[in-house]
DNA sequence: GATTAGTCTACTAATTTTATAGGATTAACT
DNA sequence: AGTTAATCCTATAAAATTAGTAGACTAATC
């Protein structure tokens, strides 16, 4: 399961989507609207923010923007950042990949190709969901 | 990522599928066998039993069998046995159901219907995935 | 230079994961 | 009946991870 850090930060993006171009958005107006802790929300958009995810801005009128336009952010690059591994073994992870110490033998390990494919299969359907389509689906909802 | 918990369940119970048929084993030589810390491993076994995949015999000549046959056992059972839900947001599990406190509004979630559809793909392979189909691919590698 | 908003470091609390210890129970064999 | 070999059960502990907080610092604007 994705951890709140995780969830936290998908729905902050997603507010700041739907607010791009607009300019900064602070940090207090996002965990009021999203009902996030704002101490821990700010740990996490400073996070996002080396991950180049996001922009800031200091002092009046100061705030966080997205770093790229919502339909070059993607899913994958978000959990990976705030959650971690996508994969369920981290000898099939691509960015963080580990060799599993419980494996005898990984080339023939005989779990391997299951969970290669759940992650391929995942990463498409992550990738497919970058902010913009994610802002599009949520107005077609409100109405 | 699956926890060392589920990994070792994952390769005992693969352990055991080998030796369907042919009575029980003990915890001893799977723990020796597939590298696991022996008391853990009974914890686990335990666990399996009591999720109805194991069945056990107590006494001299004793230890842990399958319950059903190798291909009536999928990895689907396993995991969420041992590791919990396979969904990556409680609001699309089957099984582990509940609602996201930090959504505002569930049908109209943003990001739900992305994490439906890794859920159903996922299902869809670790359903494939039973003891019968590792073995097979664990012998053939073997050669 | 006062105010406003993000930055950074360091901590704490709670929860989950990964075990381990030790005795109770059961079955087989002599 | 007694010994041995195995699982069963309860309780606990150590380690790691997650969630959240405090407070001083820095930069930008007016």
Redesign the pocket.
Same mark, same amino acid.
């Given at each position: 399961m994705?951890?709140?850090?995780?969830?936290?930060a998908i729905h902050a993006l997603v507010y700041l989507a739907e607010r791009h171009g607009q300019g900064?958005?602070?940090?207090?107006?996002?965990a009021d609207q999203q009902k996030?802790?704002?101490?821990?929300l /700010?740990?996490i958009? @400073?996070e996002l923010?080396?991950g180049r995810i @996001?922009?800031?801005?200091?002092?009046?009128?100061?705030?966080?923007y997205l770093q790229r336009n919502p339909e070059e952010i993607n899913l994958t690059e978000v959990i990976r950042l705030t959650?971690?591994p996508i994969a369920l073994l981290p000898c099939v992870s691509l960015n963080f990949y580990e060799s599993c110490e /419980?494996c005898v033998n990984e080339k023939n390990c005989t779990i391997r190709t299951t969970f290669l494919t759940i992650r391929d299969e995942t990463l498409k359907i992550l990738s497919e969901s970058n902010l913009s389509a994610l802002v599009k689906k949520q107005k077609k909802d409100r109405k």
């Amino acid at each position: 399961m994705l951890s709140k850090k995780c969830k936290y930060a998908i729905h902050a993006l997603v507010y700041l989507a739907e607010r791009h171009g607009q300019g900064p958005v602070q940090i207090g107006e996002i965990a009021d609207q999203q009902k996030i802790p704002k101490k821990f929300l /700010e740990a996490i958009l @400073l996070e996002l923010r080396n991950g180049r995810i @996001l922009n800031s801005k200091k002092g009046k009128g100061g705030g966080y923007y997205l770093q790229r336009n919502p339909e070059e952010i993607n899913l994958t690059e978000v959990i990976r950042l705030t959650n971690g591994p996508i994969a369920l073994l981290p000898c099939v992870s691509l960015n963080f990949y580990e060799s599993c110490e /419980e494996c005898v033998n990984e080339k023939n390990c005989t779990i391997r190709t299951t969970f290669l494919t759940i992650r391929d299969e995942t990463l498409k359907i992550l990738s497919e969901s970058n902010l913009s389509a994610l802002v599009k689906k949520q107005k077609k909802d409100r109405k």
